[in-house]
């Protein structure tokens, strides 16, 4: 294999890491710098960097089978691309203010490159590396606003949670390696075989992944981080942080676990009911919008663990279908509250009392993007959602379905706090009219645009599913 | 017929337009169907078209016309355009109003004509939640908690139903045929118990939303506090959601578990009847007794489902409808006599007749409607239920039947009270001497209601044969 395939393979990989490199030479040689041209810039290559995921069909492995891709894989790193541009859009008035702009676009492109790794990996050891890679630079982020102490306090928490985390993971991990002889996905899973220890180890890999997605009762990092970190980095932990570990999650289970099943499938069923009760019970009570919606979250996590449990390939597509859903209507409703911290520094939902009369549009933003959430027609959201249920469904999971579809009231009765206090309640002092700068206008834009189209448009269902796979 | 309705969000002109056009193509659609049946087309379906949505999960976009849809387009049509007429001068931003109006019309009418449970449901969960922001935004008293806890209970109901819907699913994917569709599941021959698993979340589900007893509790005060053209289109059409999906879903897909709960769904029926109009007794507020009495003629309609005859089940259809356009008329009418006396207190009118004839009148056609005079819609709907009802020979369904006709004595005391305190006797307040009549807009839509009511009413055979013959081929399984 020559070189050049060797970089198509691994394009996503090696063009972040080219922009690294460049952000670095250019902190270290120039004194001065023109900001809007370098966020230009490296929005421009994250768009490039999305465009060319859609080039050709790679499929091959590198490093000995550390290193696997293929048309799947490349779709959920687009998704993830094309979520983390909408967010540096939405956080371009915010960095632009920023003295360390450039450290943070190193950071985030590590990240970028740390998920990819994550995502593509064919071994234990290269998923453990590339989630490393992608959680320790994103502590850095939490903590990036450098004068709020809430930020640094995020910061502490969320590394020694992902620690923990990580250890239990690696304690997981030295048990299979222990019992197979092998980190290799393939081998592990040919060598697999049902003793208790196994299924310990399972166990163990299983909570490692419920503190990365925040499922209960490993979430209570969540609320806190989401509430103290910069908004575009709640955004990010939100939809990409997650939705990169709920992929790799699935290419585990499918692949390297398909013979325990019965065993995780009666887990996930466990944790995603427990995950999506507890989240909803807990945003009722929230009066900050980045903690409700970091709930919120945790609930939306819960739906999308009935697709991980339903196994098919159809489930699958609706995993993947319901996170780039889920970016457009998050990052949206992150957008408008980064807009509104940006200008007047509130986060409280009273604050928002009367938000429609003085910004109609924003408001509209926001209640679809959060119609989308709560699942409503005709928004994307509610495809979303339907398309994960009704993979449940055909999977027999009845029980969580009537779970998951009660807890459907109970959302929407928070989510609809929300647009009552835009819509109906009087404020003296609402939030001013403002202007928004142009590239959270322009992700606000393609967010409402996905939140109203996506659900309409089959293709892109059927492209999605075209590409996955069930057990 | 797809959904025929531009998006009237710029102006009311654009809302008055379109659901005029809305109108005028279903009176249009409604003679092409008849033309259609004449010429013994005898296929279930007329109009039918189909797209596939969604090809992974069999979705498709399949909708058709039959004559129990037709008759609810019909409906919708009618209090549609009443509604956009009667808010006609709605202040507060109007754009909004009309556009959530229009939405509300446009989930209504695709869950009529869609026969793909995807599709339909879709369609039911759009005609919920714009409900909230119209009560939220635009109505009165204490319309945060009403229109809270409506969207939650109809929303409690559409879950069910998606509760429902899933399951049949799930069974579809059992027998190697995962579908949505409608006639395709029915044809998968679910055993009993499958059966009766599944009709209590389908039936309960949309029972919710037609006001079933004891999940009634959100039609008093969603009524109540709802804007005026809300107020009609919730009990005239919404509720009506709820029978259809009782009927044409429930009934139809399970029939082996219709008739097992039929007794259970006929209690109920009774239950609701009885306590709604009894309730209805204790009412000064005429719009909450309006919507007291809402419940009670739901019950109806339940009712005649329950009995599974075919002449029960047509006076069901019947029902539907004719309560549509007679509560639309009701609320209307009320909703124009408060916007002058700005009172809903019966007691505190009186002698309304002298000062504005037309309302006047126009609240004593829509009473004696209510009341099932002859000559009204009411009476043929209400009539055919107790004809079908009557049918079914054994005690406690006669019972049952006596208990419900007995329950109109009880609405004629509150009907008769109220017409006689509001618009009879003295004028109980100097200030309503000067009170205006009707405007032009609110003449022309109680005319047209007034006008179905009473073409309903004495030349009722149209609708009940075309009615009767999509009962006939759908339920020919399920009827005694």
């Known amino acids: 294999m020559n070189l050049l395939n060797y970089i198509s393979l691994m394009r996503f990989e090696v063009v972040s890491l080219g922009v690294i490199v460049l952000l670095l030479l250019m902190k270290i040689f120039s004194e001065k710098l023109n900001v809007s041209l370098i966020l230009g810039f490296v929005n421009f290559s994250l768009l490039a960097i999305l465009v060319s995921g859609f080039i050709g069909h790679p499929h091959g492995s590198v490093f000995g089978g550390m290193f696997l891709n293929d048309g799947t894989l490349m779709l959920e790193k687009s998704v993830i691309t094309f979520a983390t541009l909408l967010i540096s859009l939405q956080g371009h008035n915010w960095l632009k203010k920023h003295e360390n702009y450039l450290e943070f676009y190193l950071l985030l492109f590590s990240i970028l490159n740390g998920m990819y790794f994550m995502i593509s990996s064919g071994n234990f050891l290269m998923f453990y590396l590339g989630l490393e890679m992608a959680t320790i630079p994103l502590t850095a982020l939490v903590a990036f606003d450098f004068n709020r102490m809430r930020s640094a306090e995020s910061a502490g928490k969320m590394i020694l949670s992902s620690a923990f985390s990580s250890a239990i993971l690696l304690f997981g991990l030295s048990l299979l390696y222990g019992m197979t002889g092998s980190l290799s996905f393939q081998e592990v899973a040919m060598n697999f075989s049902s003793s208790p220890l196994m299924s310990f180890a399972l166990v163990l890999l299983f909570v490692g992944f419920a503190f990365k997605i925040s499922m209960v009762p490993f979430h209570l990092w969540t609320a806190d981080v989401y509430e103290g970190s910069p908004v575009a980095i709640t955004s990010f932990l939100s939809v990409v942080s997650k939705g990169a570990s709920v992929f790799i999650f699935m290419t585990i289970l499918y692949k390297v676990f398909p013979m325990a099943h019965g065993i995780w499938v009666n887990i996930l069923v466990l944790l995603s009911a427990v995950t999506m009760t507890i989240g909803n019970l807990f945003a009722i009570r929230q009066t900050n919008i980045k903690r409700f919606l970091a709930f919120s979250s945790i609930t939306q996590a819960g739906y999308i663990l009935i697709g991980v449990a339903s196994a098919s390939a159809q489930s699958m597509a609706s995993v993947i279908y319901f996170l780039l859903i889920y970016a457009f209507s998050n990052i949206g409703a992150f957008t408008v509250v980064s807009l509104i911290a940006d200008k007047t520094g509130k986060e409280n939902i009273d604050d928002y009392k009367g938000l429609y009369k003085t910004n109609p549009l924003l408001s509209i933003a926001l209640l679809l993007a959060v119609f989308s959430l709560a699942g409503i027609p005709p928004t994307a959201g509610f495809f979303g959602k339907l398309f994960l249920l009704t993979s449940g469904a055909s999977a027999g999971l009845i029980t969580l379905i009537i779970i998951a579809s009660l807890n459907m009231i109970i959302s929407l009765y928070y989510y609809l706090r929300i647009i009552k206090a835009m819509f109906v309640d009087k404020n003296e002092t609402p939030i001013e009219k403002f202007i928004s700068d142009t590239p959270a206008k322009i992700a606000l834009v393609i967010c409402v645009a996905g939140i109203l189209v996506v659900g309409f448009i089959n293709f892109i269902f059927e492209y999605i599913h075209s590409l996955s796979f069930g057990l | 017929m797809g959904i025929l309705f531009v998006k009237g969000q710029t102006a009311r002109v654009i809302a008055l337009a379109g659901s005029f056009l809305q109108l005028g193509l279903a009176l249009f659609l409604l003679f092409v169907y008849m033309g259609e049946r004449e010429a013994e087309n005898t296929a279930l ?436």
């Not at chain 2, 939220?136 to 209970?153: D, F």
């Not at chain 2, 007995?406 to 309503?432: C, D, H, Q």
């Not at chain 2, 009615?467 to 399984?477: A, D, P, R, S, Y």
Request: glycine share 10%; net charge neutral; proline share 3%.
């Open chain 2, 45 to 480: 379906l007329l109009f039918e078209e189909s797209h596939v949505w969604f090809l992974q999960w069999n979705i498709n976009y399949h909708i058709g016309i039959d004559g129990i849809s037709l008759s609810m387009i019909l409906l919708t049509s009618i209090v549609l355009v009443a509604g956009v007429l009667v808010s006609w001068n709605i202040e507060y931003q109007p754009k909004e109003f009309f556009f959530l109006l229009v939405m509300l019309a446009m989930g209504a009418f695709g869950f009529f004509i869609s026969v793909d449970l995807f599709t339909q449901f879709f369609f039911f969960e759009l005609a919920v939640v714009p409900k909230y922001l119209l009560i939220a935004i635009w109505g009165s008293g204490k319309k945060e908690y009403s229109a809270m806890k409506l969207v939650l209970m109809l929303m409690g109901g559409s879950a069910l139903v998606l509760i429902g819907i899933l399951s049949l699913y799930y069974f579809s994917v059992q027998a190697r045929t995962p579908t949505f569709s409608l006639f395709e599941i029915a044809k998968l021959g679910l055993s009993p118990e499958k059966q009766m698993f599944i009709f209590p979340f389908l039936f309960v589900g949309f029972g919710v939303l037609s006001a079933m007893f004891p999940f009634h509790t959100w039609a008093p005060d969603g009524h109540s506090s709802a804007p005026t053209a809300a107020s009609m289109f919730l009990a005239g059409i919404s509720m009506k959601l709820g029978g259809y999906g009782c009927l044409r879903v429930a009934t139809v897909l399970l029939p082996e578990a219709a008739r097992e709960y039929s007794t259970y769904i006929i209690i109920l029926a009774c239950i609701g009847i009885l306590y709604g109009a009894f309730v209805t007794l204790k009412q000064r507020d005429i719009k909450l007794m309006n919507a007291y009495s809402s419940v009670s003629h739901c019950g109806f309609v339940l009712l005649g489902i329950g009995m599974l005859t075919k002449t029960a089940m047509v006076g069901a259809v019947l029902q539907m409808v004719s309560h549509g356009v007679m509560t639309a008329l009701f609320f209307a009418v009320i909703g124009m006599i408060y916007e002058r006396s700005h009172t809903r207190m019966g007691d505190e009118m009186g002698g309304l007749l002298k000062v504005m004839p037309f309302l006047g009148s126009v609240f004593i056609i829509a009473g004696l409607t209510s009341l099932g005079l002859p000559g009204f819609s009411g009476f043929v709907a209400e009539m055919t239920v107790f004809v079908g009802s009557w049918q079914v020979p054994d005690f406690f369904h006669r019972s049952a039947t006596i208990i419900a006709t007995a329950s109109i004595v009880v609405t004629a005391v509150y009907i008769l009270r109220a017409v006689g305190i509001t618009l009879w006797g003295p004028i109980k307040k100097k200030e309503f001497e000067n009170l205006s009549d009707a405007t032009w807009n609110e003449k022309i839509a109680s005319g047209i209601l007034v006008l179905s009511i009473v073409i309903m009413g004495t030349m009722p055979l149209w609708l009940s044969d075309l009615i009767l013959k999509t009962t006939e081929t759908l339920f020919g399984t399920v009827i005694k």
